[in-house]
């Protein structure tokens, strides 16, 4: 391929790498004296509508990530023969994928560079944005005061958490890739991203790729290729690459934390910590209290929130980031309490779908159903009896500045399994919310949830048909 003297303002200097959709080239920012690396799309791709919208979401995730651990978004144009181009700070030293030619890492090199990725993936996950692609060739160095630091780039594949279910094409890396990314129709969430970082330390450490899995095989462990890594350092690898997503760490930044903690056990968690996950940690407290919070927080293990969606946009929940792993968003019908039927927006968020259906199953999740039914004086909803459940007694909350209250049944078959029903009416929306809740175990995030809750002001209620399966209320046995 001949090397284009410019694009746009650019000087163009040499090409820097090439795949499937796109060739990256080294230019020179002669007004600002600086070099960047542009990103220009593959002329047998430009013309399809799916690939430039993708091409042009990275450019808007890459932008909304505005952190020092993610390359940095500095332009968008296009070629005048119509191919989109992205311009991006120029990482001058070279790729991870790079440094693994030359052999593995050492031990505390591994840790350093993992911990920084982890880092970098926890600023994606805060902002909503699932990676699905992290790789070698997809982490950078550069240098910044002195010291180098390393980067994530290319969200050529990235998805937003919220629509991070039902995937119809597999996309990602054989080797780096999360079990469930490889099967089609499987819901990701954060700890697919975590799997990947596992994967890509192992590979610093063996200096091997790790093998293709289909979930079946044992966790990776570096020290079968490698004798002598540190079990603390083969047990963090092993956690992470379980085929099982809830065996894994809950998030990238309790893996940060934890490699932080192998390089250097005597510093305090708090200096270890990015400037985001600080401020994190600190709104996840005034979440836990009770207090009203709007965007996304995934925040240190234990105590992380993800921020889902449904396809209409107007229906949004935060919860705890081990319930998110399954989203089902095709809406609900209002005759499951006693309704005018029909199909109105809602969703369902769970760890596990396939048991959500069962009211005796410990799985804990959220369904959220927005119904202009709900605020007729016509007839009330009639909300599930929880009969293998004691009830308590209920009590009032305010939830978007309306008042409702909480109907709450709890050692559901003599378990730690509680169900709280509301339903309340938002002022001057003409429609009314029905939110279920289910949780396994004795703490009550009830307040925590509904304060978290987000319904759209200009939200359409009215029947449609669904395009996908509808989600379901659970009804105990009467």
């Given at each position: 391929?001949?090397?284009?003297?410019?694009?746009?303002?650019?000087?163009?200097?040499?090409?820097?790498?090439s795949?499937?959709?796109?060739?990256?080239w080294?230019?020179?920012?002669?007004?600002?004296?600086?070099?960047?690396?542009?990103?220009?799309?593959?002329?047998?791709?430009?013309?399809?509508?799916?690939?430039?919208?993708?091409?042009?979401?990275?450019?808007?995730?890459?932008?909304r990530?505005?952190?020092?651990?993610?390359?940095?978004?500095?332009?968008?144009?296009?070629?005048?023969?119509?191919?989109?181009?992205?311009?991006?700070?120029?990482?001058?030293?070279?790729?991870?994928?790079?440094?693994?030619?030359?052999g593995?890492?050492?031990?505390?090199q591994?840790?350093?560079?993992?911990?920084?990725?982890?880092?970098?993936?926890?600023?994606?996950?805060?902002?909503?944005?699932?990676?699905?692609d992290?790789?070698?060739?997809?982490?950078?160095?550069?240098?910044?005061?002195?010291?180098?630091?390393?980067?994530v780039?290319?969200?050529?594949?990235?998805?937003?958490?919220?629509?991070a279910?039902?995937f119809?094409?597999?996309?990602?890396t054989?080797?780096?890739?999360?079990?469930?990314?490889?099967?089609?129709?499987?819901?990701?969430?954060?700890?697919s991203?975590?799997?990947?970082?596992?994967?890509?330390?192992?590979?610093?450490?063996?200096?091997?790729?790790?093998?293709?899995?289909?979930?079946?095989?044992?966790?990776?462990?570096?020290s079968?290729?490698?004798?002598g890594?540190?079990?603390?350092?083969?047990?963090?690898?092993?956690?992470?690459?379980?085929?099982?997503?809830?065996?894994?760490?809950?998030?990238?930044?309790?893996?940060?934390?934890?490699?932080?903690?192998?390089?250097?056990?005597?510093?305090?968690?708090?200096r270890?910590?990015?400037?985001?996950?600080?401020?994190?940690?600190v709104?996840?407290?005034?979440?836990?209290?009770?207090?009203?919070?709007?965007?996304?927080?995934l925040v240190?293990?234990?105590?992380?929130?993800v921020?889902?969606?449904d396809?209409?946009?107007?229906?949004?929940?935060?919860?705890?980031?081990?319930?998110?792993?399954?989203?089902?968003?095709?809406?609900?019908?209002?005759?499951?309490?006693?309704?005018?039927?029909?199909?109105?927006?809602?969703?369902?968020?769970?760890?596990?779908?396939?048991?959500?259906?069962?009211?005796h199953?410990?799985?804990?999740?959220?369904?959220?159903?927005?119904?202009?039914?709900?605020?007729a004086?016509?007839?009330?909803?009639?909300?599930?009896?929880?009969?293998?459940?004691?009830?308590?007694?209920?009590?009032?909350?305010?939830?978007?500045?309306?008042?409702?209250?909480?109907?709450?049944?709890?050692r559901?078959?003599?378990?730690?399994?509680?169900?709280?029903?509301?339903?309340?009416?938002?002022?001057?929306?003409?429609?009314?919310?029905?939110?279920?809740?289910?949780?396994?175990?004795?703490?009550?995030?009830?307040?925590?949830?509904?304060?978290?809750?987000?319904?759209?002001?200009?939200?359409?209620?009215?029947?449609?048909?669904?395009?996908?399966?509808?989600?379901?209320?659970?009804?105990?046995?009467r």
């Amino acid at each position: 391929m001949p090397i284009p003297e410019k694009i746009g303002r650019y000087r163009i200097l040499q090409r820097v790498g090439s795949g499937a959709f796109a060739t990256v080239w080294l230019g020179a920012d002669d007004t600002l004296d600086a070099l960047v690396a542009i990103k220009v799309l593959a002329d047998n791709w430009a013309h399809h509508p799916d690939i430039r919208a993708r091409f042009l979401q990275e450019a808007r995730m890459m932008r909304r990530a505005d952190s020092p651990r993610i390359v940095r978004m500095l332009d968008i144009d296009e070629l005048p023969d119509g191919r989109p181009y992205l311009v991006m700070a120029y990482a001058a030293g070279g790729t991870l994928a790079d440094r693994l030619d030359e052999g593995p890492l050492t031990v505390e090199q591994a840790l350093a560079v993992g911990a920084q990725i982890a880092e970098a993936v926890a600023e994606l996950h805060h902002i909503g944005v699932l990676h699905r692609d992290l790789k070698p060739s997809n982490v950078l160095f550069d240098e910044a005061g002195g010291e180098e630091r390393v980067l994530v780039t290319d969200l050529g594949l990235a998805k937003a958490l919220a629509h991070a279910s039902g995937f119809t094409v597999v996309a990602g890396t054989p080797g780096y890739m999360s079990p469930e990314q490889a099967r089609l129709g499987s819901a990701l969430d954060v700890r697919s991203d975590v799997y990947a970082i596992g994967a890509v330390l192992y590979h610093m450490l063996t200096g091997q790729v790790p093998p293709p899995r289909d979930g079946k095989e044992q966790p990776l462990r570096p020290s079968r290729i490698r004798p002598g890594i540190p079990s603390a350092v083969d047990d963090l690898v092993t956690r992470a690459t379980q085929a099982d997503p809830a065996r894994r760490w809950p998030s990238a930044t309790a893996v940060a934390e934890a490699l932080h903690r192998l390089a250097d056990p005597e510093a305090p968690s708090t200096r270890r910590r990015s400037r985001r996950a600080r401020v994190a940690a600190v709104a996840a407290v005034a979440v836990l209290a009770g207090a009203a919070t709007g965007g996304v927080l995934l925040v240190r293990a234990h105590t992380g929130t993800v921020r889902v969606t449904d396809k209409s946009g107007g229906v949004s929940v935060a919860v705890p980031a081990a319930w998110a792993s399954q989203l089902r968003d095709g809406g609900w019908d209002p005759a499951t309490l006693g309704l005018p039927a029909g199909h109105a927006p809602g969703l369902v968020v769970s760890s596990d779908l396939s048991a959500w259906a069962d009211p005796h199953r410990a799985v804990p999740g959220v369904f959220v159903g927005v119904s202009r039914a709900l605020a007729a004086d016509t007839a009330a909803p009639a909300l599930p009896e929880h009969t293998s459940c004691s009830r308590v007694a209920d009590r009032t909350v305010t939830v978007d500045g309306a008042t409702a209250q909480v109907h709450r049944w709890v050692r559901c078959d003599g378990s730690a399994t509680a169900f709280d029903e509301i339903v309340f009416v938002p002022a001057q929306r003409g429609f009314g919310v029905y939110v279920q809740i289910r949780q396994t175990n004795d703490q009550d995030r009830t307040d925590t949830i509904l304060d978290g809750l987000r319904i759209g002001s200009a939200l359409t209620v009215q029947a449609a048909g669904a395009t996908r399966q509808p989600a379901r209320v659970m009804t105990s046995p009467r």
